[in-house]
Antibody
Framework: QVQLQESGPGLVKPSQTLSLTCTVS??????????WSWIRQPPGEGLEWIGY???????YSNPSLNSRVTISLDTSNNQFSLKLSSVTAADTAVYYC??????????????????WGQGTLVTVSS | EIVLTQSPATLSLSPGERATLSCRAS??????LAWFQQKPGQAPRLLIY???NRATGIPARFSGSGSGTDFTLTISSLEPEDFAVYYC????????FGQGTKVEIK
């Protein structure tokens, strides 16, 4: 059974960079069957996709956040990471790391977000 | 960006009743649509993927249908543990989520 666990600071100051790491156990992030993803949820609100990364290191991010997002892989530790720069109070949210399971022989569309971390609350405040 | 609109925002029903939740896309997403259930303080749980396929371990009372722009999640007979918020999500063009439907006890 795959498990994902987020880690990182729970408090970040405005204008600084939010940094989170997701540790994956029970499966390798070097598989071509998955994208490794970040999704967030502001308190009391809905879900927002931040971005994901493939085992090749190719990353994609939400166009609305694109210039502020960096997603990277650490295959030696079976981890992937998120950096979100220039944060404001609007970036306060629970951040989830999630596995996207590709389907129908392709990772270009579709698939399913099938395994989620428990989530970590990051608050942006001075 | 593909916008997903869920209706109703809130559904008030009693245990044993049938729940019908709607998700409409601003343009066709083919059948690249999933449904999630979320309870307070928990991560979302995948229920349905590719519009109509139940995820592993999901009870048969949950079913999904639709293609193109109109989709439905049906819970045939509500159990006490089904009262939660439900989200639809597409990955036809990037990834977007609907705003959620809360299923509450009447």
């Amino acid at each position: 059974q795959v498990q994902l666990q987020e880690s990182g600071p729970g408090l970040v100051k405005p204008s600084q960079t939010l940094s989170l790491t997701c540790t994956v156990s029970g499966g390798s992030i070097r598989s071509g069957d998955y994208f490794w993803s970040w999704i967030r949820q502001p308190p009391g609100e809905g879900l927002e996709w931040i971005g994901y990364i493939y085992y090749t290191g190719t990353a994609y991010s939400n166009p609305s956040l694109n210039s502020r997002v960096t997603i990277s892989l650490d295959t030696s530790n079976n981890q992937f990471s998120l950096k979100l720069s220039s944060v404001t109070a609007a970036d306060t949210a629970v951040y989830y790391c999630v596995r996207l399971h590709c389907s129908r022989g392709s990772c270009s569309r579709g698939g399913s977000f099938d395994f989620w971390g428990q989530g970590t609350l990051v608050t942006v405040s001075s | 960006e593909i916008v997903l609109t869920q209706s109703p925002a809130t559904l008030s029903l009693s245990p044993g009743e049938r729940a019908t939740l709607s998700c409409r896309a601003s343009q066709s997403v083919s059948d690249y649509l999933a449904w999630f259930q979320q309870k307070p303080g928990q991560a979302p749980r995948l229920l349905i993927y590719d519009a109509s396929n139940r995820a592993t371990g999901i009870p048969a009372r949950f079913s999904g249908s639709g293609s193109g722009t109109d989709f439905t999640l049906t819970i045939s007979s509500l159990e006490p543990e089904d009262f939660a918020v439900y989200y639809c999500q597409q990955r036809s063009n990037w990834v977007t989520f609907g705003q959620g439907t809360k299923v509450e006890i009447k």
